[in-house]
């Protein structure tokens, strides 16, 4: 079974950086596309950022574009993300997705912890 999991989360200080990395128990290239989300309390989880397992496209919500990069590393089969000035706004669970357009659903990890202290 495929499983997704995430590291890296933490609490930082505003404008503070940290990295999320989502490991994958299968070959990265199994999916077509990664993609990092997160849901704050309350609110609906959203889209921060995705990436082809060639790594030639990348998606940004606008909240992260210019402070995130998504990026894959192909030899350790890891999905990361690198967020820099980081905001209280940031706080919230990040999830690591996989999609394989041959499954017959998306995977999921089960989240790690963001939290940014003014």
């Known amino acids: 079974q495929v499983q997704l999991v995430e590291s890296g989360g933490g609490l930082v200080q505003a404008g503070g950086s940290l990295r999320l990395s989502c490991a994958s128990s299968?070959?990265?290239?199994?999916?077509?596309?990664l993609a990092w989300y997160r849901q704050a309390p309350g609110r609906q989880r959203e889209l921060v950022a995705s990436i082809t397992t060639t790594g030639d496209n990348t998606l940004y919500a606008d909240s992260a574009k210019g402070r995130f990069s998504i990026s894959v590393d192909r030899a350790r089969d890891t999905v990361n993300l690198q967020m820099n000035s980081l905001k209280p706004d940031d706080t919230a669970v990040y999830y690591c997705k996989g999609v394989d357009y041959g499954a017959p659903s998306d995977y999921w990890g089960r989240g790690t912890q963001v939290t940014v202290s003014a």
């Open positions: 299968t070959t990265i290239t199994t999916f077509n596309f």
